[in-house]
C-alpha cells in the first residue's frame, strides 16, 4: 500500500459519516441512533457525524421493514452514497421484517434491495449496539476498500468502479 | 525591497499559518460546542481526518461546463479566503497599497456569493432553496458590515489596511467592531443564524450535492473564513505593540477568543427563521452601523 492511499485509510476509519434514512421504521430505533449523539453515548469522540446529505456520507444505516413506498426510495439513496460505502440495518425489521412480516405493503427484508454489510438487532438495540455496529461497518468498509485498491493497483491508480 | 510581503502572503498571517489554523479553528468550534453540552468531543485532528478522508472519496462523474462550474466553486472559494488572510495587517508598517480595505472586503464576501453560485448550479431543490436564503440573508447582513467597516474607515480618513491598524482606537472604532461582530455568526452560518444550511428543513442546502474532495475544499473554506473574519477582528480590536512576536501572538489570541464566543453563542442559542434573522439585521443592527457612520462624519476634523 502507497503512503497515501495508507493516510487516507487511516483517517477513512476516524471519520464515518453517517447517513440515516427511515424505510417504514416506527421511529423506536431512529429516537436510539439520534441517542448515540447525546452527552451519554457521544459518538462525536470517535469521529461519527450525522450528516444531512447521503452525498457526504460513508456509511449508510437503515431502520423500518422497507414498505413498498420507500423500496425505490433507499435504492436511490444507496446509489447518492460515494464509495467507499457501507450499509449497516438498525434493528430487528430490516433484518426480518418484524411483526411486520407477510404485509402486503411491505417489499423487506433490506438485504433483497442493498447489499447490508452489519446488521444490528434488537427492537429498538441499544445505542452501545447500534455504536458496535457502526466501527463493525467501518472496519469492513476499510478491509474491502484496501482489497480493492490491491486488485486495481496494477491497473490505473485512483480509478475505480463506484 | 524586503521579503516580508512574501512573508506576510506565505508564511504568517498567509497559506502556511491560515490552513492548520482553519483546521485548528474548525476543531475548537466542535470542541467548545460538546464540552458545553457536557460532551468529550471529536479528537484533535479530526478536522484533517475528515479533510483527508474527503479526499479520497469518488464522487460521481459530472460532464460537461455544468461539472466543471460545479467544480470550480470551492477552488474559488477557498482562493478568496486564502487571500482575505494573506490581507490581514499583523504586522503594521509593512506591505499593503492604497485601498486594500476595499480588497479585502470583496475577498470576504466572496465564498458567501461562490456558495450562493454552488448551491444554484448543483440542481438540487434543497441547493437552490439553500442559496435563495444564503443570498437573502447575505443582502441583510452585508449592508451592516459594509457599513461597519467604512464607518471606521472613514474615522480614520483611510482605506489602507495597515494604517487603520495603527490609527489610535477610538469609541468610534469599538463601534465599529461591534458591528462587524454582530455579522460574524450569519457570515459563518453559526448557530441563531445557521439559516441558509438548516439541517432539519433543507438537508445540507447549497452543499447537498457535494461529495468527495469537493466537499472537502468547502469545508477548508469555511475554516479560512472563520481565520479571516476573526483575524479582522483581531487586527481591529488588538492594541499597538513595537514587537512583532507580541503583536503576532495578541492576533493569535483574539482570534481564539472570538472563536470561543462565537462557539458558545451556537451552543447556547436555537436557530431563528429567515424572517427573523432579516428582521434583526435590518432593524437592530443598521442602526448601530448608521450611528457609527455618521458620528464618524460628524466628528471627523478637517483634514
Known amino acids: 500500500m502507497n503512503p497515501w492511499r495508507r493516510l487516507v485509510d487511516g483517517c477513512r476509519r476516524r471519520s464515518p459519516w453517517l447517513f440515516h434514512m427511515n424505510a417504514g421504521s416506527c421511529n423506536g430505533c431512529d429516537i436510539e441512533l439520534i441517542a448515540c449523539l447525546s452527552p451519554r453515548y457521544d459518538v462525536e469522540q470517535l469521529g461519527v457525524k450525522l450528516e444531512a446529505s447521503p452525498r457526504h456520507a460513508d456509511i449508510l444505516c437503515v431502520s423500518g421493514p422497507v414498505t413498498r413506498n420507500t423500496a425505490e426510495a433507499i435504492r436511490t439513496v444507496y446509489g447518492q452514497v460515494c464509495a467507499p460505502k457501507a450499509v449497516v440495518a438498525i434493528g430487528s425489521c430490516p433484518a426480518s421484517t418484524n411483526a411486520f412480516v407477510g404485509s402486503p405493503t411491505v417489499e423487506g427484508p433490506l438485504e433483497r434491495h442493498l447489499p447490508v454489510d452489519v446488521f444490528v438487532p434488537g427492537c429498538p438495540p441499544r445505542p452501545d449496539a447500534i455504536i458496535e455496529g457502526v466501527t463493525r461497518a467501518v472496519q469492513i468498509l476499510c478491509e474491502r476498500e484496501g482489497a480493492r485498491a490491491e486488485a486495481t493497483a496494477d491497473h490505473a491508480p485512483g480509478e475505480g468502479p463506484t | ?303
Open chain 2, 1 to 303: 525591497m524586503t521579503l516580508l510581503p512574501f512573508v506576510r502572503l506565505l508564511v504568517f498571517p498567509g497559506l502556511l499559518y491560515a490552513v492548520p489554523v482553519a483546521f485548528l479553528f474548525l476543531w475548537i468550534e466542535r470542541k467548545a460546542v460538546a464540552r458545553m453540552q457536557r460532551r468529550v468531543g471529536p479528537p484533535f485532528m479530526q478536522p484533517l481526518y475528515d479533510f483527508l478522508k474527503l479526499m479520497g472519496k469518488s464522487p460521481p462523474p459530472r460532464p460537461g461546463v455544468d461539472g466543471a462550474l460545479f467544480r470550480s466553486w470551492p477552488v474559488l472559494a477557498v482562493a478568496a479566503g486564502a487571500g482575505a488572510v494573506g490581507l490581514l495587517p499583523v504586522f503594521p508598517g509593512e506591505g499593503g497599497f492604497a485601498g486594500d480595505l476595499v480588497l479585502l472586503l470583496a475577498l470576504l464576501e466572496l465564498p458567501s456569493v461562490f456558495l450562493v453560485a454552488a448551491g444554484f448550479s448543483s440542481r438540487s431543490p434543497y441547493g437552490q432553496i439553500g442559496s435563495a436564503r444564503e443570498a437573502v440573508l447575505g443582502l441583510s447582513y452585508s449592508a451592516v458590515f459594509l457599513t461597519a467597516a467604512l464607518g471606521i474607515a472613514a474615522a480614520a480618513h483611510t482605506f489602507r489596511l495597515d494604517a487603520l491598524a495603527v490609527a489610535a482606537p477610538s469609541p468610534l472604532r469599538w463601534l465599529g467592531i461591534a458591528g462587524i461582530l454582530l455579522c460574524l455568526p450569519a457570515k459563518l452560518h453559526v448557530t441563531p443564524f445557521s439559516v441558509p444550511n438548516a439541517e432539519q428543513e433543507l438537508y445540507a442546502g447549497p452543499l447537498t450535492e457535494y461529495a468527495g474532495p469537493e466537499l472537502a475544499l468547502w469545508e477548508l473554506s469555511r475554516g479560512l473564513e472563520w481565520v479571516a473574519l476573526t483575524g479582522l477582528v483581531a487586527t481591529l480590536a488588538a492594541p499597538r505593540v513595537e514587537s512583532a512576536l507580541v503583536a503576532a501572538a495578541l492576533f493569535v489570541a483574539l482570534s481564539l477568543l472570538t472563536v470561543l464566543a462565537l462557539s458558545a453563542l451556537a451552543a447556547a442559542t436555537a436557530r431563528v427563521t429567515l424572517k427573523q434573522a432579516v428582521g434583526f439585521y435590518w432593524r437592530a443592527a443598521l442602526v448601530l452601523a448608521v450611528l457609527s457612520l455618521s458620528a464618524s462624519l460628524v466628528q471627523r476634523s478637517p483634514p
